[in-house]
C-alpha cells in the first residue's frame, strides 16, 4: 500500500497496478481515487509507464513482459511471498519435484508455480495427497502459500510425510507471521465470543481463513467489507461480539466497527492481545533508490 502511495507521491498518476495491491476492496478502491490504475495483466499497461507488482508476487513470465513493453516496474512483492518464490527455484535447481500447498487460482499461488512450472505440483487437501504418484526414488519437496489455515496445513503437512518419508521441507514455515498470529487470536477469540465478525474482502485468503478458524472454534462468523455489512439477524440473542481483521484491512475500518456497536450501547469494549508484532519491510528497492537520488539533488540544489 505503501509502495503505490509514495510511486503516486514521486511519480504523479497514472500508476498501474497489476492485480489488486492488496486483497482489500477498501484500500483498492482509496488508491483507484488517487490516481492508480489496477490492470489484470501487465500487457494491458501503455508501453513505457510505470507498474507495480503487487503483494502476492508474480512468475518471471510477467518480468520479461514488462521489460519487452520497456515498462518501469516497481516489485512490491512481499517478502515472505519472495522467500517462497526463492525455496520454489532452489528446490527445483536441485531436481526435485515440488508440492506446493495452496489454493488453485489464487495470485499467489500463480507466481510462485511460474517460478518452476515443470517441477511443481499444487495439493489443496489431504484427500489430494492421497491422490499424488510419483515413480519410486522421485526425490520430493513441500512448499506452501502463505496465507493458509495453519491447523489444516499442518494436517496436510502430516500426511505428506507419512506417504512420502524422505520429502524435504523449507527450513522454516512458509505461513506468514501475521496469518499464524491472527489465527491464534481468533481461537481464543471464539471461546470468548458467540459472534466473530472479520473485517476483510471475499477474494482475501487469510480473511477467509479466519472465519473457518472461528467457526471452527465454536463461534459463529461473518466476513464483511465494513460496519454497514452487519445483518441485524446476525446479533439476535448475542451478548459478546468479537472483532478482528484480515492482514491487509485498515485499521480505520475496525474503528468503524467499533464505533458501530458504541452507538447501539456496548460499553464493556476490550482488546485481546495475544502476540505482539515487531516486524517491519522495507519499501522496494526501486522507491527506496528514487527516494535516496531526490533527497540527493536537494541538498546539491
Known amino acids: 500500500m505503501q509502495t503505490v502511495e509514495k510511486a503516486l507521491e514521486m511519480y504523479g498518476a497514472p500508476v498501474y497496478v497489476r492485480k489488486e495491491i492488496v486483497h482489500n476492496k477498501h484500500v ?5 481515487e488517487r490516481g492508480a490504475v489496477f ?6 499497461v501503455p508501453e513505457g509507464e510505470i507498474v507495480v507488482f503487487s503483494a502476492h508476487g508474480v512468475a518471471p513470465s510477467v518480468h520479461r513482459n514488462a521489460e519487452a513493453r520497456r515498462l518501469r516496474t516497481i516489485d512490491a512483492t512481499c517478502p515472505l511471498v519472495t522467500k517462497v518464490h526463492v525455496e520454489a527455484r532452489k528446490f527445483a535447481e536441485q531436481g526435485y519435484t515440488i508440492i506446493l500447498i495452496g ?14 512450472p515443470d517441477s511443481i505440483v499444487l495439493v489443496e487437501t489431504v484427500e489430494d495427497v492421497e491422490a ?18 495453519v491447523d489444516e496445513t499442518a494436517g496436510i503437512i502430516a500426511r505428506l510425510r507419512e506417504r512420502f518419508p524422505g520429502i524435504r521441507s523449507p527450513k522454516s514455515d512458509d505461513i506468514c507471521y501475521a496469518t499464524t498470529n491472527r489465527q491464534i487470536a481468533v481461537k481464543q477469540l471464539a471461546r470468548e ?9 471475499k477474494n482475501s485468503s487469510n480473511s477467509n481463513r479466519l472465519v473457518e478458524v472461528a467457526r471452527e472454534h465454536g463461534a459463529e462468523s461473518h466476513l464483511i467489507d465494513n460496519a454497514s455489512q452487519v445483518q441485524e439477524e446476525w446479533l439476535a440473542g448475542v451478548e459478546t ?3 478482528t481483521s484480515g492482514a491487509s484491512a485498515p ?16 460499553d464493556d469494549i476490550s482488546e485481546l492481545r495475544t502476540v505482539e508484532e515487531d516486524v ?4 522496494p528497492k526501486e522507491i527506496r533508490t528514487e527516494l535516496a537520488a531526490r533527497a540527493e539533488r536537494a541538498a546539491d540544489a
Open 28 to 32: 483498492v478502491a482509496q488508491l483507484a
Open 39 to 44: 490492470v489484470d495483466q501487465e500487457t494491458e
Open 103 to 116: 489454493h488453485a487460482g489464487h495470485e499467489e499461488v500463480e507466481g510462485t508455480m511460474g517460478e518452476a
Open 132 to 149: 499424488l504418484d510419483f515413480p519410486e526414488g522421485t526425490p520430493l519437496a513441500f512448499i506452501t502459500q502463505t496465507t493458509l489455515s
Open 193 to 201: 465470543c458467540e459472534l466473530v465478525l472479520v473485517i476483510g474482502s
Open 241 to 243: 461480539v468479537g472483532i
Open 251 to 266: 485499521e480505520e475500518l475496525v474503528s468503524e466497527l467499533v464505533e458501530f456497536f458504541r452507538a447501539r450501547g456496548a
Open 280 to 283: 517491519r519491510f522495507m519499501l
